[in-house]
Nanobody, 126 residues
Framework: QVHPVESGGGLVQAGDSLRLSCEAS????????MAWFRQAPGKAYDFVSH????????HYADSVKGRFAISKDNARNTVYLQMNSLKPEDTAIYYC???????????????????WGQGTQVTVSS
């Protein structure tokens, strides 16, 4: 098993920046990639970004392209999400997900992922 744990959420104003972290423990050698999803109140999970563990290939949702950046630190088994120019519509619980590469569903589909963190709240005030 792999256990991802998020940190770094908080309350910020529109236009501010925030960096989320997700540290994985357990069978991290089995990880193919990691992703961030978010869920606003009353809405479904939305894909935010994915990074492939071995070569760092990244994917982003259109809504965050140019504002958010995903990165990784293999030595720390940690993935980061740098969020710039935050908007009130970015308010959500942000979840880290681990992808073992066993499922060929698209990166933006939550069913692709095998392990999930507990989430961290991000609130952006206007």
């Amino acid at each position: 098993q792999v256990h991802p744990v998020e940190s770094g959420g908080g309350l910020v104003q529109a236009g501010d920046s925030l960096r989320l972290s997700c540290e994985a423990s357990g069978r991290t050698d089995a990880m193919f990639g990691m992703a961030w999803f978010r869920q606003a109140p009353g809405k479904a999970y939305d894909f935010v970004s994915h990074i492939t563990w071995n070569d760092g290939t990244t994917h982003y949702a259109d809504s965050v392209k140019g504002r958010f950046a995903i990165s990784k630190d293999n030595a720390r088994n940690t993935v980061y999400l740098q969020m710039n120019s935050l908007k009130p519509e970015d308010t959500a619980i942000y979840y880290c997900a681990v992808d073992l590469g066993l499922n060929l569903r698209p990166y933006r589909e939550y069913v692709r992922y095998d392990y999930w963190g507990q989430g961290t709240q991000v609130t952006v005030s206007s």
